[in-house]
């Protein structure tokens, strides 16, 4: 404990005459600024920071919290934001809640109009995309993610889920993991991904690189197997036969929990169709027509409606529309397989649909007989929880094979991958094959815009009081004192 | 320890009153009010009108930057004019130290600012009469206010301390807060450490916080350590004058 007369003494000789002036006192100013100036650094690492908001809307979730407090790596935040709007300051309000938590986030914004040649370098097409960047791995996250606006309602508000995606960007890009490779399959035609042109995939190939994902290409013909970093096997619309050595590979593959996406067009078969029937999935031979639900009046290009599951509940959920140009049906087979699960994943809308067989006839309509009758299955995914041997007593974690089969390669081209849903589609179906984990689930912030509807009278009333009778009762007092100080 | 604390403000008291009493008495204080409160009141309308939002965030930063430029003139007067009149030698042979002068100078200039603030809570009447705001932003925010200004006429009052002329004050004056709200702009614009070094020493940076609902403790201590320096400094720069 100090002593009161030790600071009484202290306080005296602060009172002399010498050390008023002169370099004691110059010390003592230097001292008490570094005193001040150490309390505020010390502060900064202790602090606490209060929301005094309705909704909580700045609070960070419990989850974000935790995440933040043990981050380790350095991640760096680039924000691509339009200036001015509503957008922005959300992200930025939001991105500061996190900076105050911990010092290994880096955060920049970036107007993308004043530095085109670095948002090319991210591969930024839109306005507000937010990317988050670790060593090598990257995630970036879009606006139409971000923001879902209610205007319909009474009080219109506009739900955020800012932390959801950005705590999940943080964790996927600081992940311990390595790298999931996603294969695509050549040597049959198949679409290619390096190809710029109308037919190719090369935008599939960015999105998924801007995913986290590195691309290679793998021909198991020469190769006789799958690597054994393939996280995702694509198949993109073989044009040629598929030979037995190759189907018994892929079999292989997907009886030890295998991975696979695979894109069908109609008019052509490969005999691949044995291997999807062997896993339930029973391949048409038609081509689809939807007069109802149809992208610009063509009904061999079908709108899809989807059917509830992981893979299209954000598409439904922001109403984002897919297109599948000249597509053909799928079903799932009567066999039973134990161990397995089908679920439809997107289908005609309508009744008006059906699946034409006749490609002889001049006019196509709809036959009973010969026609597959609506609604139309467009594409499915298949589950199955492969049997493993048990090793003594060693728990073995078990391994489910997953596969998506659409009958439709043209969406994911890069003429028609513009088209948003169609690259979301392609994008979360790889998401939902390599199993992402460690997704956190966090609720979704509404914030409510406080309307204050105004009549004109109101209106005037405020402006009035405001600016012309309050100011004006100021200056009358005024008045009214120096009158006053006048008759003194 | 409850007596020194009872002497000390028994001795600044006579200081504060007779301050405030010269405030006014001067036709200055009732014009600056009155045109504060015609920019306000014009910016609260305007922002109101065209947002049809319920919400004090706009406003209060224009009533800052307001702020920022009638603060020089309300503690022009504070210190400089004393050395003018010579009065301070009259104030020296009272019984109180240079500390008590400052401070009750200071807390002198506070309450006016105070006043003035206590009128411009007529604005979220307003929202609360017509709107469901929400409360706790609009608190935060006239806290934040309210530190803000603490620091704006501190930095005034330091500025009065350096001359015997108050044009000179005002200037000097205006000079320390532009100087602070440039370093504000600059660290928007600078990125990388710089850019977040001279943030954090900005003093709107800090107040943005509160406009959005967050009372920070960092924030807050800001402002007072800012506030704190700027008398420190003021008292020491008259000991030094004196001597």
């Known amino acids: ?488 | 320890m409850i007596s020194a604390i009872k002497t000390f403000f028994k001795r600044i008291f006579p200081i504060v009153k007779k301050e405030l009493y010269s405030y006014f008495v001067s036709p200055i204080a009732y014009i600056v009010i009155t045109v504060f409160l015609v920019i306000s009141g014009y910016f609260f309308s305007m922002i109101l009108f065209y947002g049809q939002s319920a919400e004090l965030r706009g406003v209060i930063h224009n009533m800052s930057i307001t702020l920022l430029f009638i603060s020089p003139i309300i503690t022009m007067r504070l210190l400089a004019e004393e050395k003018k009149l010579g009065t301070i030698e009259l104030l020296t042979t009272y019984p109180i130290s240079l500390t008590h002068i400052v401070l009750g100078k200071y807390f002198a200039s506070l309450i006016l600012f105070l006043i003035i603030s206590f009128i411009t809570l007529e604005y979220p009447v307003f929202l609360l009469i017509y709107g469901k705001p929400d409360i706790g932003p609009m608190l935060s925010a006239y806290l934040g206010f309210i530190l803000l200004g603490g620091v704006f006429l501190s930095a005034g009052l330091f500025a009065s301390s350096l001359t015997e002329n108050q044009i000179v004050a005002t200037v000097i004056g205006f000079g320390i807060l532009l100087m602070l709200w440039i370093i504000s702009w600059a660290g928007g614009l600078v990125n990388g450490n710089i850019g977040s070094i001279l943030s954090s020493l900005s003093v709107f940076e800090h107040f943005d916080s509160f406009t959005r609902g967050i009372i920070d403790v960092a924030d807050c201590l800001y402002y007072i350590s800012l506030s704190f320096s700027f008398v420190f400094l003021t008292i020491r720069r008259l000991e030094w004058k004196r001597w």
Request: glycine share 4%; proline share 3%.
């Open chain 1, 1 to 488: 404990m100090v002593k009161l007369s030790n600071i009484k003494n202290l306080l005296n000789w602060i009172r002399k005459k010498e050390f008023k002036k002169g370099t004691d006192a110059i010390i003592f100013i230097v001292s008490v600024i570094g005193i001040v100036v150490f309390i505020n650094v010390l502060i900064s690492r202790y602090n606490f920071r209060y929301d005094t908001t309705e909704n909580k809307q700045y609070s960070l979730s419990n989850q974000t919290k935790k995440v933040l407090k043990n981050l380790d790596k350095k991640v760096k935040v680039l924000a691509f934001l339009k200036k001015g709007s509503y957008y922005e300051k959300q992200i930025k309000d939001l991105l500061h809640e996190y900076t105050q938590r911990t010092k290994k986030l880096d955060t920049e914004y970036i107007d993308p109009d004043k530095e085109p040649a670095l948002a090319s370098t991210y591969g930024i097409k839109e306005y507000n995309t937010v990317v988050f960047e670790s060593g090598l791995k990257r995630k970036s996250i879009f606006e139409r993610e971000l923001f879902s606006f209610d205007q319909y309602s009474q009080n219109p508000s506009a739900t955020f889920f800012g932390e959801e995606y950005f705590t999940n960007a943080i964790i996927t890009v600081t992940q311990e993991t390595s790298q999931k490779s996603v294969y695509f399959l050549e040597g049959h035609k198949e679409r290619d991904i390096d190809n710029n042109e109308r037919e190719g995939m090369s935008e599939i190939k960015k999105a998924l690189e801007m995913d986290n994902y590195s691309i290679r290409k793998i021909n198991i013909a020469k190769e006789g197997k799958i690597p054994d970093d393939c996280g995702v096997l694509v198949i993109a619309s073989p044009g040629s036969v598929v030979v037995d050595e190759e189907l018994n590979i892929l079999q292989k593959y997907l009886d030890n929990g295998g991975k696979m996406l695979v894109l069908l067009d109609p008019l052509i078969s490969t005999r691949l169709e044995y291997l999807l029937n062997k896993w339930k999935v029973d391949v048409h031979n038609d081509l689809v027509f939807d007069p109802q639900a149809c992208y610009f009046f063509d009904p061999r290009a079908p709108i899809p409606r989807y059917m509830g599951h992981d893979i299209t509940k954000d598409l439904e959920k922001n109403k984002v529309a897919m297109v599948l140009p000249g597509a053909k049906s799928l079903t799932e087979t009567k066999e039973k397989k134990e161990g397995t699960s089908v679920s439809n994943l997107l289908q005609t809308t309508s009744y008006g649909s059906w699946g034409e067989r006749d490609f002889k006839s001049r006019k196509p309509e709809y036959n009973k007989d010969i026609d597959t009758e609506p609604p139309l299955t467009l594409a499915i995914a298949v589950t199955y929880w492969v049997k493993q041997k048990k090793e003594g007593k060693k728990e073995i974690e078990p391994i489910e094979m997953r596969l998506v089969v659409v009958g439709d390669s043209d969406f994911a081209s890069n003429k028609a991958v513009q088209i948003q849903g169609n690259l979301d589609f392609f994008v979360n179906s790889v998401n939902w094959l390599a199993k992402e984990k460690d997704k956190i689930s966090i609720r979704a912030k509404s914030s409510e815009i406080k309307r204050i509807d105004l009549s004109k009278g109101k209106s005037k009333f405020i402006f009035y009081t405001s600016v012309i009778i309050t100011p004006l009762l100021v200056l009358c007092a005024g008045i009214y004192v120096w009158i006053k100080r006048r008759k003194l």
